[in-house]
């Protein structure tokens, strides 16, 4: 098992892997996903298997991935947050934000209770935080998943009230500040 920056090669897989995951009135469509995967490639994160026969790698397989953009941000000068919205979620990326937007984190249905969307979270976390591509992460999840997030060092906002849901489900706002690690040597 292991975790890299998604291709444009892996969208077919990116988009099977959302569909698994996401009702369709959730889930990013190809076109979406190729815009995020040309546009920001640097936001997005696989976690795949080997496919092994002996000592012959017969291939790999995509099993979770995390989807992110760059938010705009106000341009009243503000340096309040900038949440998630119906338009965001579109083909929006302002490279020049320093507000990630994680649109979505997927682990394979055959794969999930094994702890690995804590392990791809924290993966892409420290990715993000050393490599200083921005100074926050925003998400939204249904209020189930708040708990999850938590756990993960995402603070809840509160209720998002720009992203409907076609059956009432409530869309909670959240955020991660990121901080480089300073590492002694």
């Given at each position: 098992m292991y975790i890299r920056p998604l291709t444009i090669e892996d969208c077919d897989a990116s988009v099977a892997l959302e569909s698994q995951g996401f009702p369709p009135e959730e889930r990013a469509g190809k076109e979406k996903i190729e815009f995020r995967l040309k546009e920001c490639p640097e936001l997005t994160s696989g976690l795949f298997i080997r496919e092994v026969k002996g000592t012959q790698i017969l291939g790999e397989k995509l099993i979770g991935h995390i989807l992110g953009t760059k938010l705009p941000i106000p341009k009243n000068g503000t340096k309040e947050t900038t949440f998630i919205t119906n338009e965001s979620m579109?083909?929006?990326?302002?490279?020049?934000?320093?507000?990630?937007?994680?649109?979505?984190?997927?682990?394979?249905?055959q794969h999930q209770k094994k702890?690995?969307?804590?392990?791809?979270?924290?993966?892409?976390?420290?990715?993000?935080?050393?490599?200083?591509?921005?100074?926050?992460?925003?998400?939204?999840?249904h209020k189930e998943l708040v708990p999850f997030y938590e756990r993960i060092g995402f603070k809840l906002v509160g209720e998002n009230k720009s992203v409907t849901s076609k059956d009432g489900?409530?869309?909670?706002?959240?955020?991660?500040?990121?901080?480089?690690?300073e590492y002694e040597t």
């Open positions: 579109a083909f929006t990326h302002d490279d020049a934000s320093p507000v990630i937007a994680v649109h979505s984190v997927v682990i394979d249905p702890n690995l969307a804590t392990l791809l979270l924290t993966d892409y976390i420290q990715k993000m935080s050393n490599q200083e591509i921005g100074d926050q992460i925003v998400i939204i999840a489900k409530v869309w909670c706002d959240m955020v991660r500040e990121l901080v480089k690690e």
